[in-house]
């Protein structure tokens, strides 16, 4: 499996705290005015909210130990943090949209059903802890993991790709979905699981201006995977292969992987999965071809793009080594299969199918790396090369990139 740069050569072109000490009667009118008034939270009225939930006291307020600190993005996202008492982290939706609504209370469910369902405990031991959904603001809060970071940022801090992490990856994948799907009963599956299949596996039918592509670069990838009859006929085929399976994550990839100290401290790392927006029956390979893939992406996003260079060359000067991730990818499959308990008889179709399901995803992780680009990049064409050639020869993959 060589890295052909066929593609590139064709296509490139205050924390805030309490100010004073206000009394609880004030507090409590303040809460009052400003929750029923503004569905929207704020930082202005974000602690009369909590208050008004019974999550944080008024003492707690008086005394200080609160600061909050905006983190929005696509949603309105804050972190609730606290010395003495719990931490939080709460989402709203920013607008008041039939998809944006569905997605949150879709996370909120999983939640819910992994609390309180003794049979999904394995699930709950994999989340933050759950304290709250209010379905009239369209708010979440959940525990704050405080001083943790995600699976990218951690690796690369570290220069290298942890043996340990991505067993505990493969046990934490495996886990659910070896034991969710029966526990799931088809009144919460039709109400709210919708049972879609990503959308990127109908890439190749939709004309672009239909995906609302965020930047001309998302454009010229999408008109790429409709140009080549290799995504053509590999996207039609993963889509006619899709199974209901398995409780899916949706979209699982190392942003969404919080890695923080354990009870032992930093020796001892913990391990939380978010943001469960896109959580859904579904196969469980995407999500584990997910995780297949960010290996690979990780790989090609950290080889110098130098145009002149030979693609032997431009692998040898890759900061992150494939060779040097490989420990990890096959402690990652090793676990993940044993926490299954899958035969060995099928381990290895089961493989195929998630290396194949890799790169269908790996060509999405393209696409969310050109969000904001003006136009493709030498970066992501290589990404679209590398997920051709897997999807043509997934065995040849498997066998040259992967070693296994």
Known sequence: MRLTPTLAEKELPSWRGCDGEPSGFRI????????????????????????D????STQSVVDGDLMIVEVTRRNRNFKIIRHQQQSFFLKQIQNWEPLAIATLQREATC???????????PLAALMPKYFLYDSARHILVTE??????????????????????????????GTYHHQTISSLNDAVQNSVFPKQVPWILSANQQRAQLFNALSAGNSELLNIVQK?????????????????????HGDMKWDN????????????????????????????CWDVGAIL????????????????????????????PLEAMLPAIHAFWKTYIETRQIAVEQRRNLLERCVKFGAARMIQTAYEYLQYSPHITLPVLYMLQVSMNILKSPQEAISDLLEM
Request: net charge negative; charged share 20%; with cysteine.
């Open 28 to 51: 409590c009118l303040t809460a009052l005015f400003l929750l029923n008034n503004n569905m929207m939270i704020t930082p202005a009225n974000l602690s009369y909210y909590l208050i």
């Open 53 to 56: 939930k019974g999550l944080v």
């Open 111 to 121: 939640y819910q059903l992994a609390q309180q369902e003794a049979e999904l405990a």
């Open 144 to 173: 704050l993991l405080q001083e943790g970071e995600n699976l990218s940022e951690h690796q690369r801090r570290l220069g290298k790709f942890p043996v340990a992490i991505a067993e505990k990856l493969g046990q934490a994948l």
């Open 228 to 248: 080549y009859p290799e995504f053509h006929q590999a996207l039609d085929d993963i889509r006619d292969q899709w199974q209901f399976d398995s409780l899916i």
């Open 257 to 284: 992987c919080m890695v923080f100290a354990g009870q032992q401290g930093a020796a001892d790392l913990d391990f939380k999965v978010v943001d469960w927006e896109l959580a859904d029956i579904g196969d469980a």
């Open 293 to 320: 893939q960010a290996y690979l992406a990780f790989w090609i996003m950290s080889i110098p793009m130098e145009t002149r260079a030979a693609p032997a060359q431009l692998i040898e000067m890759a900061q992150f």
